[in-house]
C-alpha cells in the first residue's frame, strides 16, 4: 500500500520545506543525490517485479509440468504482483522524489484504491495458495476430486472481490479527506479509524492469522506422514524377510485359500474340498479382502501377492508368475476348470509405493516453500501494518517520512520476491524459467 498513512507526521515531524534543484529543471524535496540513488534502487525494484512475475505466467501457461489447476492460483498472484509494479510504485517514487501530489484529487483517489485493492489481492492471493496446500496435504484423496478448474477460478474470484470490497469504502465517503487539493497537497491514505482497523484487518491481519494457523497444521500433518511412511516402510522390510507360509488350492470351478501359520495351523476359515487334483503354492502374505476376519490385517502386513478374479487378466505394473492347472473333462467335452495366474512382486526388491513416496516428496516441498514465503510476506509487510494501525490512534507518535517511505516500499518488495522463491525452491520453476530466458536471449 502506498506510504500515505503519514500526512501529520510529514507534516509536522521532519519535511521542511526546504526544496533542491534537479538536472531535470524541477524542485525536489530531498538532495539530487538522494533522489538518484533512490530512482536507480526503486525502478530496479519494478523491474525485477515486472521480469519475475512476467516469467511466472508464461512457465505456468508454456511449460506442462506447470500447467496444473493449482497453479492458477498463482497466476493470479502474478497478476496482483504485476498490478502493483505498474499501478502503484511509479507514482510512489515520483510521489518522495517531488514530496507532494502534482497529478490532481481525482487520479490521487484511484491511485489510493489500486493500492490497496492490489496490494490486498497479492496477500489474499498467498492466503488461499496457503488454504489450498493444506487441504492437499491433509486430505489429498477427497481434495483431489473437488480441486476443479470451476472451483479453483471461484475462489480466485472470491479473492479480487473481496479485495475491491475492503479497498473501495474511501471513495463512497468512508474517509478524512479534505474537499480541496492545492499545489502542496500530499496524497495519503485515509487515517479515519474505522477505516484503518477495517482494512488492516481484511488485508493483513486476518490472512495473517489463517495463514499461520494453516501453516502450523501443514507442518503437523507433512512430520506425522513422514513418520507413518517411515514406519511404514520399516514394516515393510520385516514382513519381507519374515514371510509367513500361504496354501492356494485351486478346484475345477472353484477355488479356495487356506492360511497356514508356521506352526502348522489354519489360519482361514475356508473349507478344503475333495478333488482329484489341486495346486498348492507357498506365497507371501495377500490382500486383506481375500481373507476372513481372522486373516492378516492390512496393518500386520504388506502386499505382496495379488489374486485377480479367474477370468480377468492381471494388471499393473508387477512381475506375474502363472501357475496352470489342467482340469479333467466332464463328459460332454467341457472342462470344469481353467488356467490361472498369480501375480506376485519379485523377491529381490521389497514392496514401495514410489507413486506416494514422490507425491509426498512434493508436498512436503510445497509446504516448505509456502513457509518461506509466509517468513518473507510477514518480514516485508508486518512492519507496515503495525505502524498503519497505530498511527491514527497516537496523537504524540512521530515517524519520519525516510522511515515511511522505507517500510512502505518493503512491502512493495513482497511482489518482486515471490517469483524469486518459486525459483529457487521448485525445480519446475526453475527449469521454465532458464528456458524463457534461453528464448528470449
Not at 526503486?42 to 505456468?60: F, R
Amino acid at each position: 500500500m502506498a506510504g500515505g498513512k503519514t500526512e501529520n507526521s510529514i507534516k509536522n515531524c521532519s519535511l521542511s520545506n526546504i526544496t533542491y534543484d534537479s538536472i531535470l529543471g524541477i524542485q525536489i524535496a530531498i538532495p539530487e543525490w538522494e533522489a538518484t540513488i533512490a530512482a536507480i534502487i526503486l525502478s530496479l525494484i519494478i523491474v525485477s517485479t515486472l521480469v519475475g512475475n512476467i516469467l511466472v505466467i508464461l512457465s505456468i501457461f508454456t511449460h506442462k509440468p506447470l500447467r496444473t489447476v493449482q497453479n492458477y492460483f498463482l497466476v493470479s498472484l502474478a497478476v496482483a504482483d504485476l498490478t502493483v509494479a505498474v499501478l502503484v510504485m511509479p507514482l510512489n517514487i515520483a510521489n518522495l522524489i517531488i514530496g507532494h501530489w502534482d497529478f490532481g484529487i481525482f487520479l490521487c483517489k484511484m491511485w489510493l484504491t489500486c493500492d490497496i485493492l492490489c496490494c490486498t489481492a497479492s496477500i489474499l492471493n498467498l492466503c488461499a495458495i496457503a488454504l489450498d496446500r493444506y487441504w492437499a496435504i491433509t486430505d489429498p484423496l477427497n481434495y483431489a476430486q473437488k480441486r476443479t478448474l470451476g472451483r479453483v477460478l471461484w475462489m480466485i474470484g472470491g479473492v479480487w472481490v473481496l479485495s475491491a470490497i475492503i479497498s473501495s469504502p474511501p471513495l463512497v465517503g468512508w474517509n478524512d479527506w479534505s474537499a480541496t487539493f492545492d499545489s502542496n497537497a500530499q496524497c495519503e491514505l485515509t487515517k479515519e479509524q474505522g477505516y484503518v482497523v477495517y482494512s488492516s484487518l481484511g488485508s493483513f491481519y486476518i490472512p495473517l492469522f489463517i495463514m499461520t494457523i494453516v501453516y502450523v497444521e501443514i507442518f503437523i500433518a507433512t512430520k506425522r506422514r513422514l513418520k507413518e511412511r517411515a514406519r511404514a516402510s520399516k514394516l515393510s522390510i520385516v514382513k519381507y524377510n519374515r514371510p509367513q507360509n500361504i496354501q492356494l488350492e485351486l478346484e475345477s470351478g472353484n477355488s479356495d485359500v487356506i492360511q497356514e501359520n508356521p506352526d502348522g495351523e489354519n489360519a482361514g476359515n475356508g473349507k478344503r474340498r475333495n478333488s482329484k487334483k489341486g495346486i498348492f503354492s507357498s506365497l507371501g502374505s495377500f490382500r486383506e479382502k481375500y481373507f476372513k476376519k481372522r486373516s492378516i490385517s492390512i496393518e500386520e502386513s504388506i502386499t505382496d501377492v495379488e489374486i485377480p478374479p479367474l477370468n480377468q487378466t492381471p494388471t499393473g505394473n508387477v512381475a506375474t508368475t502363472p501357475l496352470e492347472s489342467s482340469s479333467p473333462k466332464s463328459p460332454n467335452g467341457t472342462e470344469k476348470g481353467g488356467n490361472s495366474s498369480l501375480k506376485r512382486r519379485p523377491r529381490n526388491k521389497p514392496p514401495v509405493d514410489m507413486g506416494k513416496r514422490i507425491s509426498l516428496s512434493k508436498e512436503r516441498r510445497a509446504a516448505r516453500t509456502l513457509g518461506i514465503i509466509m517468513g518473507v510476506f510477514m518480514v516485508c509487510w508486518l512492519p507496515f501494518f503495525l505502524h498503519y494501525v497505530i498511527e491514527p490512534f497516537c496523537d504524540s507518535c512521530c515517524s519520519t517520512p525516510r522511515l515511511v517511505y522505507f517500510i512502505t516500499w518493503l512491502g512493495y518488495v513482497n511482489s518482486a520476491l515471490n517469483p524469486v522463491i518459486y525459483t529457487i525452491f521448485n525445480l519446475d520453476f526453475r527449469r521454465a524459467f532458464k528456458k524463457l530466458l534461453r528464448i528470449s536471449s
